[in-house]
C-alpha cells in the first residue's frame, strides 16, 4: 500500500506578521510534519485586506504550493494580472462571474503521478458581492475538469457556518478535503464525513492573536462602538499559524485522518 499523502492546510495569513509567521514556520512545519503539499489562504497578506503580488510571492517562497483567496480577491486593482498569470498556484474563488481574471482550480501532480485538483470557492451568505452558485459550480468542476483527479480538495471561503457544513455534506465522498476560512477563528469540528471526506468548518487565522481577528483592538473597538469608518490597522503580538494536517490515501482520494495544527513561528506546535 502507497503512503498516505500528508496535506497541510493554513487560514487566513493576516498582514505583515502573517507572512513574517509563514516565512519563520512553514518550511519547518513541512519538514516536520512531512507533508506532501502546503495550502494556504492568503486573502488578507496585504495589510489585512487583500493580496499583492509581492505578497504572493513571499508566502510561496516559504514553503506554500497553492494559494486560495476570498472575498478580498479584488481589494487591489493591480492583483489582477497577477491572479491572472499565476493561475498554475494562486487562485480565486470559482465561482466569481465569468470573465474574472485567473481561475479557480488547478492541478498539482504528486509523486510523479498522483493528480491532486485543489478549487476554491466563496460562499453567499451575508457576503456582498455578484456570484454565481457555490453548489452548482462546485459540482460543475468536479464532474468538469476535477474529474481527473484522484485526490480533491476544496478551500469553502464563507461566513456562514450553516453554508460551509451544507457543502460538505453536499460534497461527501467525492472530494478528499474540504476546509474552510473567513471567520479567522479556528473551528473544533475536524472530522471525516461518512463519505471519506476530510473536514472542518474553519481552519482560523495565520496571524497576531492579540487583536481582534488580526485587526489592532482599538481600533476594532472604535469601529464598533462608534459606528464610524475607520482604517484597518493591523494587530501586533504574539503569533500562531492555523490548520489542519490531513492524511489522505493515495489510491481511494479518502481522507484518513485529520487534526488541527496550530504552531509558534518557530515552527514547534503549541
Known sequence: MTEPLRILCFGDVVGRPGRELCRSALSVLRASQRADLVIVNAENASGGLGIDADSAREIKQAGADVLTLG??????????????????????????????????????????????????????????????????????????????????????????????????????????????????????DEQVLPGGTGYITDLGMSGCQSGVIGMDTETALGRLMSGLPAAYKVATGPAFLSGVLCEISAESGKAISVRRVVAREDGSLV
Not at 479557480?104 to 510523479?112: D, Q, Y
Not at 460543475?140 to 475538469?145: E, I, N, T
Not at 480538495?153 to 461527501?172: C, F, N, P, Q
Open 71 to 188: 472575498d478580498h480577491t479584488w481589494q487591489r486593482k493591480e492583483v489582477r494580472d497577477f491572479i491572472e498569470h499565476n493561475a498554475d498556484w494562486c487562485i480565486r474563488p470559482a465561482n466569481y462571474p465569468p470573465g474574472a481574471p485567473g481561475k479557480g482550480w488547478t492541478i498539482v501532480t504528486l509523486r510523479g503521478t498522483i493528480k491532486v485538483g485543489i478549487f476554491n470557492l466563496l460562499g453567499r451568505v451575508f457576503i456582498n458581492a455578484p456570484l454565481d452558485c457555490p453548489f452548482r459550480c462546485a459540482a460543475d468542476l468536479v464532474s468538469g475538469p476535477l474529474s481527473e483527479c484522484t485526490v480533491r480538495i476544496l478551500d469553502m471561503h464563507a461566513e456562514a457556518t450553516s453554508e460551509k457544513v451544507a457543502m460538505g455534506r453536499y460534497l461527501d465522498g467525492k472530494l478528499a478535503l474540504q476546509v474552510g476560512t473567513h471567520t479567522h477563528v479556528a473551528t473544533a
